[in-house]
């Protein structure tokens, strides 16, 4: 049974910084792909925000590209999202999920992140 728990969502001014951690548990091959999808209010869909594998590549949805940054510490099994410069448009909840590929099998619960004008 894949577990992942999430940490590190908060409310920032715009421009400020804030970094979330995602750490997994089980699963085995089903951790090739983790990464982040965030859902802006309730009801509408999650996009993906940044996703990386196993060998460690990454990709970004065109919004956070060269102000947010994913990695991960295998030794941990943990995967981490470094947001800079944040602006009110990427208020969400932050979900962290993997699988085979970025159509995530396992998800965790989310966490809120705010970002104020």
């Known amino acids: 049974q894949v577990q992942l728990v999430e940490s590190g969502g908060g409310a920032v001014q715009a421009g400020g910084s804030l970094r979330l951690s995602c750490r997994t548990s089980?699963?085995?091959?089903?951790?090739?792909?983790t990464g982040w999808y965030r859902q802006a209010a309730e009801g509408t869909q999650r996009e993906l925000v940044a996703i990386i594998t196993m060998g460690g590549t990454t990709q970004y949805s065109d919004s956070v590209k060269d102000r947010f940054t994913i990695s991960r510490d295998n030794y941990r099994s943990t995967v981490h999202l470094q947001m800079n410069n944040l602006r009110p448009e990427d208020t969400g909840i932050y979900y962290c999920?993997?699988?085979?590929?970025?159509?995530?099998?396992?998800w965790g619960r989310g966490t809120q992140v705010t970002v104020s004008s």
């Open positions: 089980g699963g085995g091959y089903s951790r090739i792909v």
């Open positions: 999920g993997s699988g085979r590929s970025q159509e995530f099998d396992y």
